[in-house]
């Protein structure tokens, strides 16, 4: 009788270890740290959805808010408007985060009646109809890439584009 060594793995086996595998890089991934790009990305696509929000919050509560703006800065600061005319923290905790994140700040803005704002501070104003102006807005990264943000006043259209873009495509 002659007998046969088997060594090896069985297919249940491997696929048990690759799936442990796979779980492992789901729960390592989102703790690695991210790049500028991505920053950058994340960065426009949350103000372009925080003042989405925002323009529908202001119609539904009946409530003022406005945007203090910083360009040449990583500030965008958020207040709800008071009854004395005032501006608070908001109570939303959505409104409460900053919607930059950390090394991306705001190039420049450009509205309409005041033309291309390069610094200072900007208060952009979100009332019972959304915004008062059109609204662009570059969003500039450590590496020099630009991702823009346009605002619609009256509608609460919001739309985010890759590069620096001066008109809406």
Do not use: C
């Not at 450009?110 to 609204?135: H, N, S, T, Y």
């Amino acid at each position: 009788m002659i007998s046969r060594n088997k060594s090896g793995f069985t297919l249940i086996e491997l696929m048990v270890v690759l799936v442990i595998i796979g779980m492992v890089i789901m729960l390592v991934m989102p703790r690695l740290p991210s790049s500028d790009s991505e920053n950058l990305k994340i960065s426009a696509r949350t103000l372009a959805a925080t003042l989405r929000y925002l323009q529908e919050r202001a119609a539904t509560t009946r409530t003022g808010y406005y945007l203090n703006i910083e360009p040449g800065s990583d500030t965008i600061k958020l207040f709800e408007i008071s009854a004395d005319g005032s501006g608070k923290e908001p109570a939303d905790p959505l409104l409460q985060k900053p919607p930059l994140k950390a090394g991306i700040q705001v190039a420049d803005l450009v509205v309409p009646r005041l033309g291309k704002v390069r610094d200072g501070q900007l208060r952009l104003d979100v009332g019972l109809a959304g915004l008062r102006d059109f609204v662009t807005i570059h969003l500039q990264s450590p590496e020099g890439k630009y991702w823009t943000v346009m605002a619609f006043p009256a509608g609460g259209k919001v739309k985010f584009y890759e590069g620096y873009q001066e008109e809406p495509q």
